[in-house]
């Protein structure tokens, strides 16, 4: 079967929604491992991908950073505290912090429950531009949102703040807001600063809002190039994906690169090949809204 870009970019990005599926889960085993790529379907034509992919945004810009835990501030939460998170009625919502942020989720669950909320919380590591990004993989209602949008939709459920300055701190509180009276069923993964060495579960285009390379075209830049600017930001190239051949320590220098993204704390994945990417997708429309 053909395995092109188009199939690498829509196992990181699949329909279903924002941030790392399943699916994106298994390429990123297969590109950082040594193990054979099995053969599978052949997804939809790129320019559906790309309609889905800005019709449900990548949340790049939206909120929080890491809430500081007992193991980092002792004394602060403690390993007993009562709440694994914080539930407060305010506006029209329930305004959920997360305290303890490597909780079990079915504390998270029980303790929504006890609110009336069928909604089932997954708080895991993302990249910085996902860092209090919270993730509804299978809602429709997102599709054509923008993030502003979604965050004054009375029957959505959002993230409580953006980022700001604090993606890279744990001082932050991350968290979500969920409509007083919302009786939907709903799957929600938060995202949270990452651990050295901690493999992201959810990451987005490096040159998101929040990424290493906010809001600068690196796509068909040289490889060359592309790790100079990484390099700048002390981010280094951890594995390449070459389209066809299935994952590289190294490529030449001269080669082009079609796509990227920050798997883990100063590691990147890079997506290159010897000719352009003939289909590069535009900046993030919160890049373009700030020129």
Not at 205 to 211: I, W
Request: glycine fraction near 10%; proline fraction near 9%.
């Amino acid at each position: 079967m053909k395995r092109d870009i188009d199939h690498l970019v829509a196992r990181i990005a699949p329909d279903p929604g924002p941030g790392m599926t399943t699916g994106a889960r298994e390429l990123l085993r297969e590109i950082t491992t040594d193990a054979p790529h099995p053969a599978r379907s052949v997804v939809r034509r790129r320019s559906h991908l790309l309609r889905r992919r800005f019709a449900v945004p990548l949340i790049a810009a939206f909120a929080a950073c890491a809430v500081a835990v007992s193991w980092l501030l002792p004394g602060t939460l403690g390993p007993h505290a009562a709440n694994a998170l914080d539930i407060r009625q305010e506006g029209g919502y329930y305004v959920i912090t997360v305290k303890q942020l490597f909780a079990e989720p079915a504390r998270y669950a029980k303790e929504l429950r006890d609110r009336g909320l069928n909604v089932s919380l997954t708080v895991e590591p993302a990249s910085p531009g996902l860092v209090g990004a919270v993730m509804p993989p299978f809602d429709q209602r997102y599709n054509g949102l923008t993030n502003d949008e979604i965050a004054r939709r009375k029957d959505l459920i959002s993230p409580i703040a953006r980022p700001g300055g604090c993606a890279d701190s744990w001082s932050c509180a991350i968290g979500l807001k969920i409509p007083v009276g919302y009786r939907g069923q709903a799957r929600v993964m938060l995202g949270r600063k990452g651990r050295p060495g901690e493999r992201f579960a959810a990451f987005g285009q490096l040159n998101n809002l929040g990424e290493p390379l906010q809001c600068e075209a690196f796509v068909n830049r040289s490889v060359g190039e592309v790790r100079s600017m990484l390099s700048r930001r002390g981010v280094v190239i951890g594995v390449f994906a070459v389209p066809l051949k299935g994952p590289r320590s190294d490529v030449p220098a001269t080669w082009y690169v079609h796509e990227g993204w920050l798997t883990e704390q100063g590691k990147a994945l890079l997506v290159a090949a010897p000719g352009r990417n003939p289909h590069p997708w535009p900046l993030s429309t919160d890049c373009s809204a700030r020129h």
